[in-house]
């Protein structure tokens, strides 16, 4: 089965809206040298206040099917009295495919709880976009031994009935939090394990070829040194970058190196 890699950079809260299109404008001079064949999917998460300037550049230069945006959160309510939040039809709106959910900093400093990671994916998913749905073990959870039941727990509450072909058009980040801004990647073989530990508990929530179509990227100080070895293993199809993608020789770096083992 053959997935094609993602590759996606999220800004977390950082760049302004200069500094978001100077970036933006680096990532796609470089895609622009290929085709969307030979290219992974190259995806951006922008601040929401960058993600028009970066939606702008996007529509001029004819790259729509080179580069893709994401939001790095969203609300599952379609709208109302939910001060300081953003829906998924708004990020839909403002041209983003895919939204990030779950991601670790926000279960740990916003509260996010596997029910609203749940919400969020079906709200996401019933508006056409593509969730990035985050899981990941603490420091003290890996030493404990749990990591594996943990994710599981993440995966299953987080695709608690989501179809088939939902779950099928879905991608899940395993971002070991230890590994996340540290410098500590997960070695590359562990990092294919679990990952292969979540494609088997997809296959036994919902059917093979769920698990066979979902894409599982890896994230955790990914960079261009660590990507290729990542993307040889079999079952890791991309990663989510943090701090590597904040930089356009990093990032651009990262898709090259991707597309000498993988696409
Ligand atoms: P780093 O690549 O900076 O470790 O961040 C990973 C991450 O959290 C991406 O979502």
Known sequence: MSRKPII??????????SEAKELFSGIKDFVKQYSAEQLPIVVVAPTFTSIAAVESQRCDCGCRNLLFTAG????????????GEISVEMLKD?????????????????SETDEMINKKAKAILSNGLIPIICCGE????????????HIAGQIKAA?????????????????????????????????????????????????????????????GSVNPSTIEEQMSKSDIDGALVGGASLKVDSFTSIIANTMKVAV
Request: net charge negative.
């Open 138 to 149: 603490t420091l003290e959870q890996r030493e404990a031994g749990v990591t594996d039941t």
């Open 94 to 110: 403002a041209g983003c495919e895919y939204i990030i959910i779950g991601h670790s900093e926000r279960r740990q400093y916003f």
């Open 159 to 219: 695709l608690e009935s989501l179809t088939e072909e939902e779950i099928s058009k879905s991608a899940i980040a395993y971002e070991p939090i230890w590994a996340i801004g540290t410098g500590k990647t997960c070695d590359s073989d562990e990092a294919n394990r679990v990952i292969a530990m979540i494609r088997n508990v997809v296959k036994e929530i919902s059917s093979t070829s769920a698990g066979d179509a979902v894409r599982i990227l890896y994230g």
């Open 72 to 83: 790095q959160n969203c609300y599952f309510e379609k709208n109302g009295a939910y001060t």
């Open 8 to 17: 996606a950079g999220n800004w977390k809260m950082n760049l302004l809206q």
